[in-house]
């Protein structure tokens, strides 16, 4: 079970993780007074965050690597994006509180095609106006898709038969508070403490953001 709470970011005022809670599922054998164990520090990473067993991370597919079931997205957006639309159709797709147009799991040669054609767009002179993103059926991809309407960015996946969550941290809220990350001394402590019900839980605690403190751990 992961467990995680909140605080209101202070840039945009939506909803973020503030503290996760892992339980192990192994009895605490740690000392009698209950006292946490330091297992190390974690940054907010800019490429977001895997929690799983060990198992689903040596198996883990990211960017780059080829699809594991022979699917692909196609996304486009951006100022021409309703000619675009006009011209080859694709429905409205949510990602985190935006919209996009595009196709879910299209064969990879289908999908590999219709990026061609889109790229090679005569009516395209809009340069930057126009983004498109041929996303191959990775476990990175299926993870952020899982993630695209969840209010904390986190997604559910499964990975050779274990279950894995990940946390696609906001881009805005990381890159003003969280920026540096670890060489700048952004990091924040990850424990191993008592439970609730006498289990052995895995504690990470983002302390609250400080206007001009831009250091402070």
């Keep these: 079970m992961v467990r995680a709470s909140t605080a209101a970011s202070p840039f945009d005022g939506v909803p973020t993780i503030a503290v996760l809670e892992i339980d192990l599922g192994l009895p605490w054998a740690g000392t009698a007074a209950d006292e946490p164990i330091i297992l190390g520090d974690l940054p907010v990473d800019r490429c977001d965050m895997v929690l799983g067993d060990a198992p689903a991370l040596d198996s883990w597919t990211g960017d780059g690597h080829p699809s594991t079931d022979g699917l692909a997205d196609v996304a486009y957006w951006g100022g021409y994006a309703e000619a675009a639309h006009l011209q080859f159709g694709g ?11 595009g196709w879910l799991d299209l064969p990879l040669d289908a999908a590999r095609k219709l990026g061609d054609a889109l790229n090679n767009w005569e ?22 898709r899982a993630s695209w309407t969840d209010p904390l960015r986190v997604g559910a996946i499964e990975v050779a038969g274990y ?15 969280h920026r540096g990350e670890r ?5 924040y402590p990850a424990t191993l403490q008592p439970g609730l019900t006498g289990q052995t839980t895995t504690h990470w605690m983002i302390p609250p953001y400080v206007p001009g403190h831009d250091g402070a751990k």
């Design 183 to 187: 060489p700048f001394g952004q990091v």
């Design 91 to 101: 429905e409205l797709i949510l990602r985190h509180r935006s919209q996009v147009r």
């Design 163 to 177: 279950p894995v969550l990940g946390i696609n941290w906001a881009s805005g809220d990381h890159s003003m508070r």
């Design 123 to 144: 009516g395209d002179e809009q340069g930057w106006g126009f983004i498109i993103a041929v996303d191959e059926h990775t476990d990175f991809h299926r993870f952020n």
